[in-house]
């Protein structure tokens, strides 16, 4: 750890690697989560899902469960305070899955029908096990396939661009020397945040409080608010420590029954959801059926990119996965189609997670480049190379920086891929067929418009307030070292204080858009701080506050096609008897904007190529068709990469200064996984010459 002392250090602390400001707190057990805050008088919940997949509630037989021990209540569309769903909150309209206990109607196996609340949390377990609920059963349907005919709603999520065209792809995939036309799978993935959700909620003096795990507390305040109808500033959520957050940590059922709990009761009531729970309650990413066609030159000059994507969605709410999103700023060619449609089944709503569309829709388009690129005869990086655009290949607009090919040619450096046989199934090592792959990704580099206060202390100190949130990532880190730079002083000077709604308006801690809108109100506010300290005059005992708003200047940005951009590698081994793929390395090199925090932001990249690994070789959520639920949901049933299936993965960055952003951070929480997975599949079919164009690449599939 890099250290400054005195209040005058003008040397960067943004660019040196810095632990964790609450890394002792957390390894030490002193950091505390929402699901173990003591609270005198608190009551515990426990949600009752539903066993069928279609229907309605017939009876929820609570009689006698309220006669068990410790018993204060059984919550249900029977009695229920009511809510609504009809309003649209910073990230669309919500998913009427939050709208619990509203109506007998059940649209999936998972919905929740019932809260028992009790003194303890055993108590209440026991209870909601007990508890009879008695279901009008309908047939149902979950069978996702690609041959569905699906859909899409362009009012429903209009900043979505469902589909997007450019030119004529049918013309120029007839008069293309070589076509690649393959179809691709995803399975149905699933977020398991290591800290399972949880939420408090009481009434303090008329105001509600929630302590929660979430990835924007002002986000999930505004939106508890408009559910009950209360004035925002009646509303108060903390999020203080978060265990892993994906895009499942907003507002989800366990808030919004904890606060109908505290409400009835009148005391508080904690709510927690089980690992198993997670599975239907907190959203997952959806399968996936992809078409991709590319037709080209014989040179590999692309003339036409037609990537088509269904996904599934539940029958309550629409959620796009935008997979065929991914490609619109790829790669240059005469002619482009994209669109994503959706099936809607009756399931819980699919949600954002890591890369939502990029993840899946780069294995597509990135494994389909690689077989156009044995096609064609060429190397995959050079094929990149040709079709390298140099403005938006669908917008027509300028990038604001594109540094894709510096990261191929830093990645092949430190790979070795110059000396790579393009041959297929030729490398031997004992049981063990060995290939390499690589693979492009991109993420879209967003700002939204956040307030902070930055203040003054009498004692010399500063300390800054924002609704942002750590979910793991490193980022009350991070903003330290913005807020240090931007005040001229050491980190250690600094007190950050984040995940409180009432600091404000900010962008939550998503779409990788993070640390970029935050650090710009902090430094908005920390710059005209400095100008009124300069002025001189001393501080007053309650110090001196400056608050930024930076709606005005990020709706000033000019129009650019603002992404990061990445290259990854992988080597794997196929073994040969067992089907098993063993990933020996992987290296990822990433154009991503100024980087923070290395040391973090490193984390940040191995996590998501973790990821990709995962979601390569082991991750399937299988949904039983006779009963709409899933098989094995929990963490032995659901598979994901553990340590030993990880090995040896490096991650690293090349300059990338965007010359038109103040803040010039891109944002570095999703693309690591981008393009992972594709470059683990074209690296299995370079050690075996087969292609795996369904994910996972299971042991049953290699044989
Ligand atoms: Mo992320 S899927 O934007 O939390």
Redesign the pocket.
């Known amino acids: 750890m890099t250290t400054m002392t005195g209040t005058t250090a003008t040397a960067a602390a943004v660019g040196t690697g810095h632990t964790r400001v609450e890394g002792r707190a957390k390894v030490t057990g002193a950091a505390r989560y929402a699901g173990e805050i003591p609270f005198a008088e608190l009551a515990h919940g426990w949600l009752v899902l539903s066993t069928i997949a279609r229907g309605r509630i017939r009876s929820v037989e609570s009689g006698p469960v309220m006669s068990m021990p410790g018993i204060l209540a059984v919550l249900h569309h029977g009695n229920a305070p009511r809510v609504t769903t009809d309003y649209t909150g910073l990230l669309g309209r919500p998913d009427p899955t939050v709208a619990v206990f509203q109506h007998d109607r059940v649209p999936c196996a998972g919905w929740p029908v019932a809260l028992v609340v009790a003194e303890t949390s055993e108590q209440a377990r026991e209870a909601a096990a007990a508890l009879v609920v008695r279901y009008d059963d309908e047939p149902h349907d979950v069978a996702f396939s690609a041959g569905r005919p699906g859909t899409y709603t362009p009012e429903s999520s209009p900043r979505l661009q469902a589909e997007t065209r450019k030119g004529d792809v049918e013309a120029e995939l007839a008069a293309s020397a070589v076509v690649v036309d393959a179809e691709y799978t995803t399975p149905e993935e699933h977020h398991t945040s290591l800290e399972p959700h949880a939420a408090m909620a009481h009434w303090d003096g008329g105001r509600l409080e929630v302590v929660d795990s979430n ?1 924007g507390s002002r986000w999930v305040a505004e939106d508890l608010a408009q559910l009950f109808s209360l004035d925002p500033a009646s509303v108060r959520v903390r999020s203080e420590h978060v265990g892993g ?3 499942s940590k907003g507002v989800r059922p366990h808030q919004v029954c904890a606060v109908m709990a505290a409400t009835v009761l009148h005391r508080p009531v904690r709510v927690v959801l089980t690992r198993r729970q997670m599975f239907s309650l907190v959203g997952y990413r959806s399968p996936t059926a992809q078409r991709v066609r590319l037709g080209a030159d014989a040179d590999g000059r692309l003339r036409a990119v037609d990537h088509q994507a269904q996904n599934l969605t539940s029958t309550v709410h629409e959620f796009v996965e935008r997979s065929a999103a991914y490609g619109r700023v790829m790669y240059d060619a005469d002619a482009h189609h994209t669109v994503d449609r959706v099936v809607a089944l009756d399931v819980p709503t699919p949600t ?5 569309g990029e993840a899946p829709g780069s294995f597509a388009l990135e494994s389909a480049l690689d077989e156009l690129a044995e096609k064609c005869g060429m190397d995959p990086i050079a094929l990149r190379e040709r079709n390298e655009p140099d403005r938006g290949p669908v917008s027509g607009l300028p990038f604001s920086s594109r540094n894709l090919l510096a990261c191929f040619r830093e990645g092949a450096r430190r790979f070795g891929w110059a000396d790579r046989d393009p041959r297929p199934g030729l490398r031997r090592e004992g049981r063990w067929l060995l290939g390499t792959g690589t693979a492009a990704a991109t993420f879209p580099s967003g700002v939204a418009p956040s307030t902070a206060a930055v203040t003054a202390e009498a004692d010399g100190t500063f300390t800054v307030r924002i609704t942002a949130a750590d979910v793991g990532t490193g980022a009350r880190t991070a903003l330290t070292l913005i807020a240090a730079d931007a005040l001229h002083v050491a980190p250690e000077h600094i007190r950050m204080r984040i995940a409180d709604s009432d600091f404000g308006q900010a962008m939550v ?4 858009m993070g640390t970029r809108s935050w650090a710009w109100a902090i430094t908005t506010a920390a710059g005209e701080l400095r100008e009124r300290l300069a002025l001189g005059g001393g501080i007053p005992p309650e110090g001196i506050t400056v608050r930024s708003d930076t709606t005005e200047a990020v709706g000033a940005l000019a129009m650019r096609e603002r992404h990061s951009f990445g290259a990854q590698f992988a080597e794997v081994a196929v073994d040969v008897s067992s089907g098993e793929v063993r990933v020996r390395r992987m290296l990822g090199i990433f154009a991503a904007g100024r980087i923070v925090n290395p040391l973090t932001a490193r984390s940040q990249f191995i996590g998501g190529m973790t990821w990709g690994l995962s979601m390569a070789l082991h991750e399937e959520a299988v949904r039983d068709q006779a009963s709409g639920a899933l098989v094995g949901a929990d963490l032995a049933g659901y598979h994901f990469a553990a340590n030993a299936d990880v090995p040896l993965i490096e991650a690293d960055w090349v300059d990338d200064t965007d010359n038109d952003d103040p803040i010039g951070i891109k944002g570095i ?2 693309i690591g996984i981008v393009g992972a997975a594709a470059a683990i599949a074209n690296a299995v079919w370079h050690a075996t010459g087969v292609r795996h164009r369904h994910l996972p690449i299971r042991p049953d599939r290699v044989l």
Do not use: D, H, I
């Open positions: 990835q957050a994906f895009g954002w997670m890591r890369a939502p801690a998503g779409g990788s929480g999703e």
